[in-house]
């Protein structure tokens, strides 16, 4: 496990397995940045992790990452490099609804919000030994239709979007791993886990597994020596998986640029 200190932002940090992944950086040393939109989460989870660690490095950053020029600003406001960038952020609202800027949720926050993390932050991450983003995904992954990703001619329902959303979570591991490992910084997406989490209920389903376990194999990629230098890669139960929406190198930069036109 790597010991020195570092620095780690999450998103979706306040959450079951968004806390417990910070949580888990910050038990090895790092100084994490929790990003989320809700202040008053934010500062509870930064007094708990504290409390739990005994690791003062810990800070919060109020950023609604469903819009751009809020991950923008704060990439502004970044005076420190980043060794380690968790995407983990996701929300599935049942009703159909956009942000100010007439992006469908799911799609702003799931998908863009990833895709605009990294792209905004890996300038932070270059030049540095071992800088790693691990973008939370999920096995409950497929069914994206590339001509309507934010339901304006398909009927919206919740379940679809966070499938369809999870699925681009791990195309855009692949785009984003081919360009940049030049610049030695590796991309992978992982399943967390199946934890009783707001996330979860609002599919109808609980969890089987505790946050920590849910945490597992994001810490396994941020963290284990068997991990580093590994890139473009989908895991599942601290193992890599296979994935079939990867293998496809045409839609996988269809999708790149369906985004970077999107923002």
Known sequence: MLQQQKNAIVTGAYGAIGMAIAEGL???GFHVTLVGRDKSRLETACTTIIRRTSNPGISFET??????????EFSRRRDRPVHLLVNNAATAPKRRTETPEGIEVQWATNVLGYFWMIKYFHPFMEGLDDARIVNVASYWAGGMDPGDTEFHSRP????????QAKQADRMLSVAYAGRLKSKGITVNACHPGDVNSKLSNAFGFGGSESPEQGAA??????LSEEARGITGKYYEHLRPAACPFSRDHQ??????????KRG
């Open 156 to 163: 919206y329902d919740n379940d679809t979007a966070y499938r």
């Open 217 to 222: 194999t994001p810490l396994f990629l941020s």
């Open 63 to 72: 950023v609604d990452l469903g819009r751009q020029a809020e991950i923008l």
């Open 251 to 260: 839609a996988v930069e269809t999708l790149f640029d369906l985004c970077e």
């Open 26 to 28: 910050a038990a090895k």
